[in-house]
């Protein structure tokens, strides 16, 4: 099977570019484990990967032009020659690795976490089923930013939109019956960019590689702030 | 250049379940943290954790922390420490009821409970009927627990150094550790961290094994650094393969699936574990449904054209309870074995799972240095979770046991760190020479010229320990395989990396990973070549019992000379009775 692979070493090369390989397909095989044969074929070649089963996130990578999770998706998916780059719109360290640091940001700006502000019961906090079915698509996020990533809105102004990653977490915690700060994360969100610089292109949607579905994520909360409005 | 150097109350190594635990406890107290993470900390292997947690919440049927204890001691084969286990079980419960608090998303009962199932090992009323322990976010209970870690130390403002990478911890003559030698990796600039605590959290050592469920990055890296820094390391012969491996290939399917109702059946369509464990079947412990899998396959009743595995049956359940309790295992075995788990059977295989060994500490966390039972510890050094051997899980784990131990002894010696650095509120003089060493590590690297590849002998390697040390274990088998990995450490010296930049430099940390997980190998397969005995995950043909008399003591190995110690298991638990040991049968 024949590949073509971004290449870039800012200590050896000026510019990036794009270098063959070809390897010898199994059955079975996923994109990971022919980016784990080109690297045996060159141990230069960098990019990042760990579970090798789709639940850490580290592996998100573009190829043929949409983002994917290498470790789950079969090359029997993928047209020949397989281009694989790094995600579109973030600063390349290095081959297929790039800096998410201003993904990871925008991830803390929601204040991604549990907020309670009653005394903590003794036992757990009661949650009825169907209260915690809300949470289902959102929780499952892994932080890979095939969405992100994917998205135009966050390619034009990443220092003022949130992301669709960042904004499916801060609807998971509005979801959450527990979640006693809804007011306060709403008013965060307030204002032309950080919400509202989505357009529904749903790139987000596509790229997901855990079906997960930000775009309605994000319409989810701009209904709630709409409501509060009236 | 002079070497950057940055100081903390405590360092982390570690941000799986228990260093992330650790931490949070510590700033939340307003301690100064630093935790060091070789990936971002939602990539640990925690996040991989599927079927859940125990904990005697009873929220389903009659449960109490006593028969925990009593599961865990004889689930361990009587090798776990039943001070250290029942103090585990009895914390289990306000640690799941904290995880809760903080956002865990657990999967809840009809009454707004957190959801309880099944699973392997657990029984009421101290060997009776199942019991129903395990707590769960469906099928992605690790997941679940890590990214709410991870939040809940956002919002404490941890300092984090994510893709740093831990080159060795750094002590005086006095054998204080005094901090590590951490590389990052984006720039491949060393750095010092200089802390008045250190806790080793970096988790297990899956991947000196060719088929394992383990990640990429569990290559028992503190395992190693307590190694050359002249600690041993405890019980290393007892490895769990677990029993459910999606065949050929190693991913994990939870024991969940045996606990939803699923059950293993061999070429003839036949429920084999009725055979092996007539009570508990399907649910029995890893190690016997392991060892009954393979069995199976060794006496010819194995499925697929090469009669190499066995079929997890499933589709007897309905989509509905899978679609609700196992959405990631049906979507794990649609793309990795081609099958949906509500029309076909899976099938599987056991695979390399986790190491019950480690550092030996005692129930606080702290790492004890010697065979010694006078509780001797170095002040200051603590470890937990995976690679750490506190000891309950003895020789064999049972399911939910692992998300419940690096929880509860990580959150416990964040506490008991903060009581130490109350006392000790000074850091010590830096030890140059230490310092020194642990640079050496890296330099050996730079050395160019043609040699081995990285890759090369780390397929050789992980080949060896597969082919030597896997779930049968006989004498000649083991001796060879001692004898090929020692010959493997000689070949380290003749690896060459190719790449030799500075930037996000993934070939040199593989080569560092590879000296850290051949150490640990060699451990394994010394440890298990000189217990002469069965017992939970270490199954001998050629000793095919239980030796009480001679072998109930935990196996201590230092890498200086290959040597082992042994010390006696902590058999008097805390308040109650102990149980002692009786023929194991499920």
Known sequence: MK?????????????PYMQDFEIEPRQGMMLRDALLVIREQDESFTFRHSCGEGVCGSDGVNVNGSNKLACITPLTELKEPIVVRPFPGRPVIRDLVVDMSRFYAQYKQVDPWLIRKEPMPEREILQLPEERDRLDGLYECIMCGCCSTSCPSFWWNPDKFLGPQALLSACRFLADSRDQAAEERLDKLEGPYKLFRCHTIMNCVEACPKELNPTKAIGHIKAIMLKDAI | MALEKQRFDTLILGAGGAGLNAALQLANADLKVAVVSKVFPTRSHTVAAQGGVNAALANVLPDNWHWHMFDTVKGS?????QDAIEYMCREAIPTVYELEHNGVPFSRLSNGKIYQRAFGGQSQNFGGEQAVRT???ADRTGHAILHTLYQQNIRAKTHFYDEYFAVDLIKDDEGVVLGALVLNIATGEPLLIESKTTLLATGGCGQVFRTTSNAHINTGDGMAMALRAGLPLMDMEFFQFHPTGIAGKGMLITEGVRGEGGYLINQDGDRFMEKYAPNAKDLA??????????????????CGPEADHVMLKVNHLSEDVIAKRLPGIRESARIFAGVDPVKEPIPVFPTAHYVMGGIPTDRFGRVMPTSEDNGAHLPGLYAAGECACASVHGANRLGGNSLLDILVFGRLAGHNIIDYVKDNGAHRPLNEAAVEQAMGRLQRWRTKGEGLTVSQLRNEFRKTMEDHAGVFRVEEMMAEGVEKVRQIREKLGDVRLTDHSSTFNTNRTEALELENMIDVGLSIAVSALHRKESRGAHSRPDYPKRNDAEWMKHTLYWNEGDKLDYKGVRVQPLTVERFPPQERVY
């Open chain 2, 77 to 81: 084969d009587y090798l776990g420490d």
């Open chain 2, 285 to 302: 412990s890893r190690d016997v449904v392991s060892r009954s899998i393979v069995t199976e396959v060794r006496d010819g009743h194995g």
């Open chain 2, 135 to 137: 707590c769960a976010a």
């Open chain 1, 3 to 15: 590949f073509s692979v971004y290449r870039y070493n800012p200590e050896l090369d000026n510019d």
